[in-house]
């Protein structure tokens, strides 16, 4: 997700949850007859709310309201359910003899294959995608308990070096997180 999708969804839940939160205090201040909620509630005019379905503007009103919030509603789930994943990315050696472009997804997998071998690793997967605005290769490797952590870190740095070797010239970020299952009793 990019930093301004997240920036917009947390301003957004914020501002949903401080509504929220507002008109629960009011909500409890009605309830235990606090004056600063009464004197808000005597500033809604109920009668004219109540009459103001019947109103020439009242239609067009709930039209537009509609129309707005439709389309805030199509672009807030469009810009959540962006894909995030790379596929292809030229090679700084492309010129104008050729161009290369290495598959970043089939890397990932080789090199989890590769990281798989290891003793004790029960799985590893790969993921290739932007993260924050950065081209990043995740591999996540879950080990059983008693693996021997100092040969997997060495065998991961194997990994990186390999990557390095494979991508030259390419900024792509690598990450690689070590999850060991909890010890048996």
């Known amino acids: 997700m990019k930093k301004r999708t997240a920036t917009l969804d947390r301003v ?7 509504l929220l939160l507002l008109g629960g205090i009011w909500t409890i201040g009605l309830y235990l007859d606090v004056p600063a909620a009464q004197r808000l509630a005597d500033f809604i005019d109920f009668p004219a709310w109540r009459t103001a379905q019947q109103e020439r503007w009242f239609d067009a009103l709930l039209a537009g309201i509609l129309a707005v919030s439709a389309l805030i509603g199509v672009w807030l789930i ?25 598959n970043l997804a089939m890397l990932a ?19 290739v995608r932007e993260m924050w605005g950065r081209p990043t290769m995740t591999w996540t490797v879950r080990a059983r308990p008693g693996v021997d952590v100092p040969a997997l ?10 990557v390095r070797a494979a991508v030259p010239g ?12 909890p010890v048996e009793a």
């Open 12 to 18: 957004m839940v914020f501002l949903l949850g401080l």
């Open 78 to 102: 469009s810009v959540n359910l962006r894909r995030y994943r790379i596929g292809r990315m030229s090679s700084p050696a492309s010129g104008p003899d050729g161009y290369i472009d290495i």
């Open 109 to 127: 997998e080789g090199v989890a294959a590769e990281i798989g071998r290891h003793p004790r690793v029960d799985t590893v997967q790969h993921q």
């Open 153 to 162: 870190r060495r065998v991961l740095e194997d990994a990186e070096r390999d």
């Open 170 to 181: 390419i900024d792509v970020d690598t990450v690689y997180r070590i999850h060991l299952y």
